[in-house]
């Protein structure tokens, strides 16, 4: 009698399932390693501190931060200077007429003296030349103004010079560190990768930013305080010509 034997077939199927379920498994962890290195290098990147980089743009970067500090400090010094220099007294002009009409020029004086202000010693400088033509007084008052004006206007031309300056300093750092690039690509030759080629452009633009960053600041201040001077002229020439015609007032 004889006997057949014939092969399991299921064997063979669960062997094939539990394969293809392992290259599965495999596969789908490998895509989670890759997942989480990209994560990894994105949240490196993103963690990437203010300092860290500046420290990228190299030794230009001190010189543009200093002038990124005296651009503010000047800015709020001559922010308060101008500042107190255009307050006004309304009683000011009113208490004046009545020491000149009254005769009591060195209480006219002291008032100016006491009070402090461009205007005050605008005026003052034109009661001291009362009893001289008109002329001389104005030229007095012209020539006192031009001082306190430029009192105020202290410092500017430096304040303008930042203002141009500090993007030359951030094209001279981009240009250095495009020049260090192309010099690292050169050494390296053909084994030179893209990643060579974009840290140094990366490091070169952040000159850039920064010294375009420095020279807007610079530029805005520089305009705000020319603005406040000019309001302060203004109104010295209409204090000067308020006091022209109390001289000329019949007695």
């Known amino acids: ?14 062997d094939t399932l539990t394969s293809a379920a392992s290259d599965t498994t495999a596969s789908l962890a490998d ?3 890759t997942a989480a290195d990209a994560t990894a290098n994105a949240a490196s990147v993103a963690s990437l501190s203010f300092w860290d980089l500046c420290m990228q743009g190299g030794i230009l970067m001190i010189p543009i931060g200093v002038l990124l500090l005296f651009s503010i400090y000047f800015f709020i010094e001559r922010w308060i200077v101008i500042r107190s220099a255009n307050r006004q007294d309304d009683s000011f002009m009113r208490r004046i007429k009545d020491y000149i009409h009254e005769g009591e020029i060195e209480s006219a004086l002291n008032l100016c003296k006491n ?4 205007y005050a010693r605008l005026i003052g400088k034109g009661i001291s030349r009362i009893g001289r033509p008109m002329s001389d007084v104005l030229v007095a008052i012209e020539n006192t103004g031009n001082i306190e004006i430029s009192k105020l206007s202290k410092g500017l031309p430096w304040l303008a010079t930042t203002a141009s300056g500090a993007p030359m300093l ?9 020049v260090q690039a192309f010099y690292n690509i050169s050494a390296q030759g053909s084994s030179a990768d893209i990643a060579t ?6 490091t070169a633009l952040v000159t850039t930013i920064a010294g375009l960053i420095v020279g807007i600041v610079a530029l805005f201040a520089y305009n705000i305080l020319v603005a406040k001077i000019n309001n302060v002229m203004t109104s010295l020439e209409g204090k000067t010509m ?3 015609d109390l001289l000329n007032e019949p007695a």
């Open 1 to 14: 009698m004889l006997t057949l034997t014939i092969p399991s077939a299921g064997n063979e199927y669960v």
């Open 31 to 33: 895509t989670a390693t």
């Open 115 to 118: 009070t402090g202000t461009p």
């Open 170 to 178: 951030g094209f001279l750092g981009t240009v250095i560190g495009m």
């Open 197 to 202: 080629f974009s840290g140094g452009i990366y």
């Open 242 to 244: 308020e006091f022209m």
